[in-house]
């Protein structure tokens, strides 16, 4: 039975963006085929959380080999989102400065595909702070059900 989602994305207004791609690459260092976030839709620095997306498509470095015939997102590059996206978080929008560096990952499961076509919704809770450290739990979406979750810890080195 899967977990119930960190907070009710569809009451969200999914059409409004408040950091498209050109924002998100002015603060987060992955480019070129590793940008792996599109835009930021809805946050609430007061609760520690985000919402933000992926709109795969057919021209994905990873289409032709993962797996010929039949691609599949990678969850490694589901889990790159993931981490992109609460990285701009900590450093656009709760405002820690410095390189952010992927520290690890948790409690990662992976229930559904996502292929070329789909819009990847990732559901971010940043829930522990320290000074230098981060944890975050992340949901993906796709198609209304959920894709993966996981716990995402980023350091400021």
């Not at 609430?44 to 709109?55: A, E, F």
């Not at 820690?96 to 919704?121: C, H, M, Q, S, W």
Request: hydrophobic letters at 40%.
């Amino acid at each position: 039975m899967p977990p119930a989602l960190l907070f009710d994305y569809k009451q969200l207004d999914l059409t409004k963006i408040e950091f498209d791609h050109t924002a998100i690459a002015e603060v987060n260092p992955q480019s070129y085929e590793m940008s792996q976030l599109d835009g930021i839709t809805w946050y609430d620095l007061d609760k520690m959380m985000c919402l933000g997306y992926k709109d795969v498509t057919d021209k994905e470095f990873w289409v032709r080999g993962h797996i010929p015939g039949r691609p599949i997102m990678p969850g490694v590059i589901m889990i790159e989102a993931a981490a992109q996206l609460c990285s701009f978080f900590m450093r656009r929008i709760y405002g820690l400065t410095g390189f952010i560096g992927f520290a690890g990952i948790d409690e990662t499961k992976f229930r559904e595909t996502v292929v070329p076509g789909n819009r990847l919704y990732m559901l971010g809770h940043i829930h522990k702070v320290r000074s230098r450290q981060f944890s975050a739990k992340v949901q993906g979406i796709v198609n209304d059900k959920l894709a993966f979750e996981t716990i995402i810890s980023g350091m400021n080195v």
